[in-house]
């Protein structure tokens, strides 16, 4: 594959002076950076290491939730929003008080009700964001908090949400076990975040121009979660009856500016769209409480699977 494509494309974005390229060139140039601080800094992690700069995602979702044509872009996370509410109605049952992390827009509360959920708490990094909620059906309160930094109370609520916003945290293991702190006994986490091979279109042209013009790359997109990672790290947080399913949302833009061309022709499709491919991964963990399921002692069965293949077919009927 040719790297000349790419090469342009990078030449362009750094140079143009389009519309719109200073959004492009501030959303792939800024959004990475990497810190090192203290221990006793504010970092969720302890490691001293940071990927993401908070008070920069912080202005990011300020900026971004006052702009007048918000909805236009934020369709992503409308989808995800949805998705992480059909979840949440197949659960057979009623939750009393739920937490939504990373609101946005509220984008999961939209799409519930009070059948499902009684009373909602909403959070957001962003104080425009809390500001400019869209009004909904269910009794809520905003807190304005960081997904990092959870200011609740032990076995507080019986479901915590969030869709897309912990892909931005710097310590995952340390968000989940303050979602689980925050959890009463058998209180379900049902969220999403991108991961896997998300925006690989996009990552592998940039890469390929880099290394072409310098050498080698450096990040310009977010790191994303494996898959396989996931249950480890709710197992790790104390969550149980786990479950992790991925889905792929695949975005065609028609046009977007005239620097993205050269994207088209390592990636484009037919009719001149150019793909953006997301995967979607969603999770799903229990605190424990003694009412739930177990898993039966090893070695307690007593048919084997082996003896499935001798069992009969039914015999049809005959009139």
């Not at 008070?55 to 236009?72: F, G, P, Y």
């Not at 509360?109 to 400019?132: G, I």
């Not at 177990?294 to 015999?315: C, E, Q, T, W, Y």
Request: negative net charge; aromatic residues 8%.
């Amino acid at each position: 594959m040719s790297c000349r494509p790419a090469r342009r494309l990078l030449q362009r974005l750094w140079s143009s002076t389009e519309p719109g390229a200073a959004a492009v060139r501030s959303c792939l140039g800024s959004r990475v950076q990497v810190q090192v601080r203290s221990r006793s800094s504010q970092s969720g992690s302890g490691s001293g290491v940071n990927v993401f700069d908070r008070q920069m995602k912080r202005r990011q979702r300020d900026w971004a939730s006052s702009l007048s044509n918000a909805t236009q872009f934020e369709y992503v996370r409308e989808e995800v929003g949805a998705r992480v509410a059909d979840r949440v109605y197949d659960v057979a049952r009623t939750f009393p008080l739920a937490l939504d992390l990373g609101c946005g827009r509220s984008f999961i509360a939209d799409h519930l009700t009070t059948d499902v959920v009684e009373q909602l708490y909403l959070t957001d990094v962003s104080s425009n964001c809390l500001s400019r909620l869209r009004d909904g059906g269910i009794p809520s309160r905003c807190v304005l908090a960081d997904e990092e930094f959870l200011p609740f109370k032990d076995d507080t609520f019986d479901l915590v949400l969030s869709g897309m916003s912990l892909h931005w945290v710097n310590d995952l293991p340390g968000a989940l076990r303050q979602v689980w702190r925050v959890l009463k006994p058998d209180g379900a986490f049902i969220a999403a975040l991108p991961g896997g091979d998300s925006l690989f279109e996009l990552r592998c042209s940039l890469q390929l121009a880099q290394t072409e013009r310098e050498g080698g790359f450096s990040p310009h997109v977010s790191p994303f979660t494996a898959v396989t990672d996931l249950g480890n790290l709710l197992g790790g947080a104390g969550f149980s009856l786990l479950t992790v399913d991925t889905d792929e949302l695949q975005v065609h833009y028609p046009g977007i500016m005239e620097l993205l061309s050269d994207l088209q022709e390592m990636y484009g499709n037919p009719d001149g769209s150019v793909p953006a491919t997301f995967d979607i991964l969603y999770m799903i963990g229990w605190k424990p409480h003694g009412s739930q399921a177990k898993p039966a002692k090893r070695g307690s069965a007593n048919v084997s699977f082996g003896d499935l293949s001798k069992i009969s077919p039914k015999p049809s009927e005959t009139s």
